[in-house]
């Protein structure tokens, strides 16, 4: 029986796909070298191509539980900053504290430093999810997986040689890892959407993969030669709807064309 804990954590991960391959689209054309602009454009390509999947399961769900035919676009460019549930370290920009009306040079490191953490979460995620109960979650986890090992090994393998070269890029990495690292304990915050996730068999407890996630941190960073920051108390909390500063202005770019034309296709 679908429930709707069942469909906001499907929401949950499309969410956070789509976000995140929203901001790495956005080295399109800007990369620093071509063979990275190349490499980042594709790993948007495979998180937007993660988030279509899930929208589209979590379309079959909504059917079920509430009786509405929704499409992948519905959940993408028609709903508010407060019915999207991804992490807020998604949404972020490519730059380190600044107000979202700032402009400044993008920074790399901060990029980089993002899909680590992330592709480290999600490696040990999608790995549980296959397991799942749910066996159309349990299919898009196995593809997703092969995806995510190769945005891990691109990732970390970035992060040691901004740590480990020079100067200025040692700096820009531990910059960059100080001010997203707080973020992640959003990652392994439980809510009751999780636990009756676990109860159900669905997925698995965020904290049950927190200890494997950083040991895969801490051994990259010792690589690096970076130096993890002090944990902080607060959480953020984008995955119950309540976002940053940055998050409006991202949605207005990408859903200004499908809010200006809807139902158009091409």
């Not at 589209?56 to 009786?67: F, I």
């Not at 040691?160 to 820009?172: A, L, M, N, V």
């Not at 990652?187 to 950083?214: N, Q």
């Not at 959480?235 to 859903?255: D, F, P, R």
Request: aromatic letters at 8%; proline letters at 4%.
């Amino acid at each position: 029986m679908t429930t709707p804990q069942h469909l906001q954590y499907i929401l949950r991960l499309a969410d956070n796909a789509l976000i995140l391959g929203q901001r790495n689209a956005e080295w399109c054309s800007h990369g620093p070298a071509l063979e990275e602009d190349i490499a980042l454009a594709n790993i948007s390509l495979d998180l937007i191509g993660q988030a279509r999947l899930l929208y589209s399961h979590a379309a079959t769900l909504d059917g079920e539980l509430n009786g509405v035919k929704k499409t992948e676009d519905d959940y993408a460019y028609f709903r508010t900053e407060r019915e999207f549930a991804n992490y807020t370290i998604a949404e972020l920009p490519h730059f380190g504290p600044l107000a979202g009306t700032a402009r400044t040079e993008r920074d790399y490191a901060v990029t980089i430093v993002r899909n680590f953490l992330y592709s480290a979460l999600m490696s040990h995620l999608w790995t549980a999810l296959e397991a799942s109960t749910d066996a159309q979650l349990a299919a898009i986890a196995a593809k997703s997986l092969k995806e995510t090992r190769y945005h891990l090994h691109h990732a970390g393998d970035w992060l040691i040689r901004f740590g480990d070269g020079t100067g200025e890029s040692h700096r820009r990495a531990q910059a960059a890892l100080d001010y997203l690292m707080p973020y992640t304990r959003e990652f392994f915050s439980v809510d009751p959407v999780e636990t009756a996730i676990a109860a159900a068999g669905i997925g698995p407890l965020p904290s049950d993969i927190e200890a494997a996630w950083r040991e895969d941190v801490d051994a990259a960073l010792v690589q690096a030669t970076l130096k993890a920051p002090a944990d902080v108390k607060h959480v953020s909390t984008g995955k119950h709807g309540e976002h940053s500063e940055h998050m409006g202005y991202l949605l207005a770019e990408m859903q200004s064309i499908a809010r200006q034309h809807p139902g158009a296709s091409w």
